[in-house]
């Protein structure tokens, strides 16, 4: 029966049983060598994981070919000064109030005092109203009058004037009565490179505490219970320094998550606790070694390589659970024989994903966009790493410190129980039933003169 079955076996079969495992994994030396290694290479990959760094560039999502490519470099290359141009606005008061304008004031000045701004902004519609209020040059009202008039006269007569609407018509914003509903100005944020994560987190977190700091947001969050701000900085920018800013956090957060989850799935799939003894530390192994790679052949954490760490969770468990789960189903008896058969039976089938896996992914490894080729070297990293994993390092764990148990034993004994029990009453039927023998042929001697005649006697026997 046994030769047999090795006959119905495919060549990857007999391969992964009789070669991999028989021939190189089973010996002492050998598993020795997979555990130094698998150490040693969690050791460098940690290393790695722990340089990792955020970054994402604008042409990164564009083809090399791109003449947008080409033409920010150059931007880049021949612009002296650049930078984000952050809008400031001003809402939820009463900006006909000095106190208020001086605090809009102040404001300005504390944005300006960090050091990603050099500089004020150029055009601020409230400095240059003063200065058209104190320096009147209008020659149909005096300084006098006009200083005299109510302010919504002041800013009906400021924005009358042709050089001031040009310039401030779209930063005011006013109500039917002519009151200011809010208003902007913009700074620019001239001292930061766009490309270094690090500087324009550190650009946003800085406004952010200054606008916190701000008397009139802290009076807006006693009264009113709300974290919307009265003085404000924002430009589109924000959103990816905002996701830059959480990322190192909420990757974490979801790695730790997603880690217990399996964890407590595997416990479910495989209803032997020891189980999750493999799972959480083999993924936890399985994860860092996939930051050390990715790090080592350049890849940031984007947005692109963000996604791509939080799927791979569920994808690299798969090499996991298909080995545990054969290990705690094989009927055979001791470590060496479960892990012989459940490489013989499962392990192609996981050779087999993981090709079609890399097959896959692999016309990504020829797109000219660098984003595509993020996904193409994660799912490269996952595919090894898990392969290795799964056929080689969890067979040898299991074979030196697996439990040998086998979770359908019940269900075997159960069958096993019932095939005797049949057994035993096809025995019983056999006793209870009528007993019946051959009729038994007697050659009787030939006497003359009497007929021959067939008859049969009590006994069944026939005489001629």
């Not at 003449?67 to 150059?74: F, G, N």
């Not at 006009?146 to 800013?155: A, S, V, W």
């Not at 700074?187 to 946003?204: G, H, P």
């Not at 789960?325 to 024989?337: F, I, K, T």
């Amino acid at each position: 029966q046994q030769q047999q079955q090795q006959q119905q076996m495919s060549a990857m079969d007999r391969f992964m049983g009789s070669f991999l495992y028989d021939r190189c994994l089973r010996y002492t030396p050998v598993k020795i060598a997979v555990l130094v290694l698998c150490v040693g290479l969690l050791a460098l990959c940690g290393r790695s994981a722990s340089q990792l760094t955020q970054e994402f560039k604008f042409t990164d999502v564009l083809p090399e070919d791109s003449y947008l490519s080409s033409y920010w470099v150059a931007f880049r290359a021949y612009t002296t000064q650049s930078g984000v141009r952050s809008s400031v606005y001003f809402r939820f008061v009463n900006q006909s109030d000095p106190i208020i304008q001086q605090q809009m004031h102040n404001y300005i000045h504390d944005l300006v005092a960090l050091d990603q701004i050099s500089q004020p902004p150029v055009f601020f519609w409230l400095r240059d109203f003063q200065t058209f209020i104190n320096n009147n040059n209008n020659n149909t009202i005096t300084t006098a009058e006009l200083q005299n008039l109510p302010f919504n006269d002041q800013l009906a007569l400021f924005l009358n004037d042709t050089v001031y609407r040009e310039l401030y018509a779209n930063d005011i914003s006013l109500d039917d009565q002519g009151n200011i509903i809010a208003s902007r100005t913009i700074v620019e944020m001239d001292n930061i490179d766009q490309d270094v994560v690090t500087q324009t987190t550190d650009a946003l977190a800085a406004q952010r505490d200054v606008s916190l700091a701000q008397p009139v947001n802290q009076q807006q969050q006693q009264q009113h219970r709300t974290t919307d701000f009265a003085f404000f900085t924002f430009d589109n920018n924000y959103f990816i320094w905002e996701f830059y800013s959480v990322a190192p956090t909420e990757l974490t957060l979801t790695t730790i998550t997603g880690i217990v989850a399996v964890t407590a799935v595997s416990l479910v799939l495989i209803p032997h606790w020891s189980a999750a003894l493999f799972v959480l530390p083999m993924i936890a192994i399985l994860y860092i070694d996939l930051l050390g790679f990715l790090q080592l052949v350049g890849v940031h954490v984007n947005v692109v390589s963000y996604v791509a760490l939080v799927m791979s969770i569920g994808l690299l468990v798969d090499f996991l659970m298909h080995v545990l789960l054969r290990y705690y189903e094989s009927p055979h008896m001791g470590r060496e024989a479960k892990v012989r058969d459940t490489l013989q039976t499962m392990g192609s089938s996981i050779l087999v994903g993981a090709i079609s896996t890399f097959l896959g992914v692999l016309p990504l490894a020829f797109s000219s966009t660098t984003i595509f080729r993020t996904i193409f070297l994660a799912f490269i990293g996952l595919v090894l790493l898990g392969a290795l994993h799964g056929l080689i390092v969890l067979p040898v764990l299991l074979s030196v410190v697996g439990p040998n148990v086998c979770i359908q034993q019940p269900q075997q004994k159960q069958r096993r129980r019932h095939s005797e029990a049949t057994t035993n009453n096809k025995e019983h039927d056999e006793e209870q039933a009528p007993t019946t023998t051959s009729p038994k042929l007697a050659i009787v001697p030939y006497t003359s003169g009497q007929e021959q005649d067939n008859d049969e006697d009590e006994e069944g026997e026939i005489h001629t």
